[in-house]
């Protein structure tokens, strides 16, 4: 008899965990702006949420896969998040502001990874369940992006930390009701092939670098979509509608991924979300001020970001399974989300203060192009892999 799946306290922690980030992603280039910092220096802080990525999922999860209770590593990094916050509840200069993001983003990049291994612990033989469970991130990312769009209205965006906190003391205390599941058991062998021969396989190699370049294709988004916006005369509510209509077609996709996956192989969702994300950014560059089709630009947030997710979930479990799976998760945040956040944010800063915002977005487009094409030549359907 199969144990018996935690979907609410896992789905929980996804809630909060992204209720947090609705707040941060959409709104935090705005909160330094208004605390008087220029471009330049927001794609140097916010490079810090990216940066930290690199080491930071790696670390914790190599810690907690030492430990004997590895669960308490989720709870030290979630309760540290939130010690680590409060200090932006005062103003600080650059230089404060650095080292604040600095800590702060170091862990609160460390426990996503580390949980994603918990959930899939969970999942051992049904990992077409995941998308159920994570979609609770996505809900709760859209129901905060819309209601502080609407607050920021009426508040000032310095006050932005204060109502934040509460999110990240509610993702602290559901971290203290979650725990692994049964640890799978793997056959060892003197023919089964090590973690780092597998990370050699140009498969393997190709999937990484499509990570890496679409991150980077998000990165004008990530950073500057709401000051873009605001350059282009939207409201704070209109920018949080924009950013909800994207996590609502991702709640879709997330919700009905065991019904995609079982139509169509990973390969050819990754794929299609790479053209999907060239065709958005293509359009959020050429056309800000059409609201109607800024709005559908938004609407293929569904499968640029949620099945390219998805997707790179499937084939995580399928190159690395079993034990292996926490440390993939750590380096595939690190490699893609991290160096490639880092190398994005700053990047699109420089182009964004040498040519302007559309600009930034157009060298996203032709970023997920090239990532499209190498996903085709390498990792395209119908292309036979070696499992495990």
């Not at 909160?31 to 790696?58: C, H, K, N, V």
Request: hydrophobic share 55%; charged share 10%.
């Amino acid at each position: 008899m199969s144990a018996r799946i935690p979907a609410l306290r896992l789905s929980s922690f996804y809630f909060t965990y992204y209720a947090a980030l609705g707040a941060f992603n959409p709104y935090w280039a705005l909160y330094l702006q208004e605390r008087g910092q220029d471009i330049a220096a927001i794609s140097i802080l916010m490079s810090l949420w990216y940066g930290t990525r690199i080491f930071a999922p790696s670390t914790w999860s190599t810690l907690a896969g030492r430990s004997t209770h590895p669960i308490r590593w989720l709870r030290a990094g979630s309760v540290l998040t939130v010690a680590s916050f409060a200090f932006f509840t005062v103003p600080h200069d650059f230089t404060a502001l650095f080292v604040t993001m600095s800590v702060f983003c170091f862990m609160y990049n460390a426990v996503m990874p580390q949980f994603e291994s918990i959930t899939l612990s969970h999942l051992v033989g049904k990992s077409e369940r995941y998308g159920r469970i994570r979609v609770w991130g996505s809900i709760g990312f859209v129901t905060v992006v819309a209601l502080f769009g609407v607050l920021l209205d009426y508040l000032p965006v310095t006050s932005l930390p204060w109502l934040m906190l509460p999110l990240f003391v509610a993702m602290a205390t559901t971290a203290f009701f979650n725990d692994y599941g049964r640890q799978p058991v793997t056959a060892v062998s003197d023919e089964s092939p090590s973690f780092f021969s597998k990370l050699r396989r140009p498969e393997v190699i190709a999937f990484f670098v499509v990570a890496l370049l679409m991150q980077i294709s998000f990165s004008p988004y990530n950073t500057f979509y709401s000051i873009y916006l605001d350059e282009h005369g939207y409201r704070t509510s209109a920018l949080g509608i924009y950013w909800s209509i994207g996590v609502v077609v991702e709640i879709l996709v997330f919700g009905f991924a065991a019904w995609i996956f079982r139509r169509w192989n990973a390969a050819t969702v990754m794929i299609v979300s790479l053209v999907a994300a060239s065709l958005r950014w293509l359009m959020i560059a050429l056309w800000p001020e059409h609201a109607v089709l800024m709005a559908f630009a938004q609407t293929l947030h569904a499968l640029s970001f949620a099945a390219f997710f998805a997707a790179s979930m499937q084939f995580l479990v399928f190159f690395f399974p079993g034990r292996q799976n926490g440390h993939a998760q750590g380096i595939f945040y690190g490699f893609s989300s991290g160096i490639g956040g880092v190398i994005g944010a700053l990047l699109s800063g420089q182009v964004w203060e040498a040519a302007g915002g559309e600009t930034a977005f157009m060298l996203g487009s032709a970023t997920a192009a090239v990532a499209a094409v190498i996903a085709w030549i390498w990792i395209r359907p119908g292309r036979q892999f070696a499992s495990g």
